[in-house]
């Protein structure tokens, strides 16, 4: 079973509508968590950090749950500029490394 | 202010040849990463090294070395390149002394090993 689980999609939503992605992590002491998005053969980059009490960033979303060891980005208003990997990300949090767990991404394809 | 930089951004070898991908940060940051992304399977830890001076293995480290030469520069090498070792090789560095975890990623290099 993989540490970090996401549906690789693709999702294809047209303009404006609001989609949603969720991921699942296997580790119960992972402490960080975050969604990156990463641009077709670019880096990735921080999105969002993920807070137990959820937290928005403009028209993006996210929400964790511990119980059930689940995080959420919801994407509202989408635009064609949003059509990217969106990878989910957890760090476990042993003080040696700091080093993240990567889901494998679900890819987003936003059409006019 | 660059970020994290990364040469070469691409790299064709024959198999049993070697290789050092370079990789700098000016953002003084402590701790660096090397992972490697193949389709479907998501970035993989290669290497770290939480400071200068330090290095400790990660998730896939069997036929690669690295070293930490100063604080800004993190090296990775290929000794002897397999075909498996195919892949897009990201460097990052992190930024801890402000409590936060993010981590700030190279360009990225591409590795074809034939």
């Known amino acids: 079973r993989k540490e970090v689980e996401q549906d690789p999609g693709p999702f294809n939503v047209p303009e404006g509508a609001t989609v949603a992605f969720n991921c699942t992590y296997s580790?119960?002491?992972?402490?960080?968590f975050f969604w990156y998005r990463q641009d077709c053969r670019k880096e990735p980059k921080l999105l969002m950090s993920v807070y137990s009490s959820g937290n928005e960033d403009g028209r993006f979303t996210a929400q964790l749950n511990r119980a059930s060891q689940y995080i959420s980005l919801l994407i509202r208003d989408s635009k064609l500029s949003d059509s990217a990997t969106y990878l989910c990300?957890?760090?476990?949090?042993?003080?040696?490394?700091?080093?993240?767990?990567f889901g494998s991404g679900t890819r987003l394809q936003v059409q006019p | 202010n660059a970020g994290v930089t990364q040469t070469p951004k691409f790299q064709v070898l024959k198999t049993g040849q070697s290789m050092t991908l370079q990789c700098a940060q000016d953002m003084n940051h402590n701790s660096m990463y090397w992972y490697r992304q193949d389709p479907g399977m998501g970035l993989r830890l290669i290497y770290y090294?939480?400071?200068?001076?330090?290095?400790d293995k990660g998730e896939v480290p069997n036929g690669y070395n690295v070293s930490r030469l100063n604080k800004r520069e993190f090296s990775l090498r290929l000794e002897s390149a397999a075909p498996s070792q195919t892949s897009v090789y990201f460097c990052a560095s992190r930024d801890r002394d402000t409590g936060y975890e993010t981590q700030y990623f190279g360009p990225g290099t591409r590795l074809l090993v034939l």
């Open positions: 090294s939480a400071s200068e001076g330090t290095t």
């Open positions: 990300v957890v760090n476990i949090g042993d003080t040696g490394r700091r080093a993240l767990t």
């Open positions: 580790n119960s002491a992972s402490q960080s």
